[in-house]
Each structure stands twice: as C-alpha cells, then as structure tokens.
C-alpha cells in the first residue's frame, strides 16, 4: 500500500485528502494515468509531485509504504 496526499482543488473533486492504494513498485507517470482513469474529472498533467516529501520525476519508482503528495499549480491575487 502506499499513501496519495492530494491538496487544493484535487481534494475538493475526489472528496478526501487521502487515499491508501495498493499501487507500490509503479513509477509516478503510471500512478497519475491511474488516478486519472479511476477519477474522469482529475487531470495531473501539470501537478508537482513528491514522494516522501522529495520532488520527484514521472520515471521515479514508488515503494510500499512510501507517501506521494500531488500538488496543482496556485493561482493567487
């Protein structure tokens, strides 16, 4: 199992700010074509994500009990 951490408006459209998946030993980029086909509205094209609190790259492995935060772009004014 491993930990997603989801902030902003990805929390807002999947309703919780946290999910525990069995989706370890697959890379980043195939974790995000994951969530987007599991959740239609959620697009992370352009997202920053870090795994145990480091950013990390598409190609980066993710492990059992490992945390992957996805964190979208702020806007403020």
């Given at each position: 199992?491993?930990?997603i951490l989801l902030f902003a408006h990805l929390q807002e459209i999947?309703?919780?700010?946290?999910?525990?998946?069995?989706?370890?030993?697959?890379?980043?980029?195939?974790?995000?074509?994951?969530?987007?086909?599991?959740?239609?509205?959620?697009?992370?094209?352009?997202?920053?994500?870090?795994?145990?609190?480091?950013?990390?790259?598409?190609?980066?492995?993710?492990?059992?009990?490992?945390?992957?935060?996805f964190i979208p772009p702020i806007s403020g004014g």
């Open positions: 199992m491993i930990n999947i309703g919780e700010s946290k999910l525990y998946v069995d989706l370890s030993d697959r890379t980043v980029g195939q974790i995000k074509e994951w969530m987007e086909m599991q959740y239609s509205q959620v697009n992370l094209q352009h997202v920053m994500t870090a795994v145990n609190e480091e950013f990390a790259i598409d190609a980066t492995v993710v492990k059992e009990g490992d945390t992957i935060a």
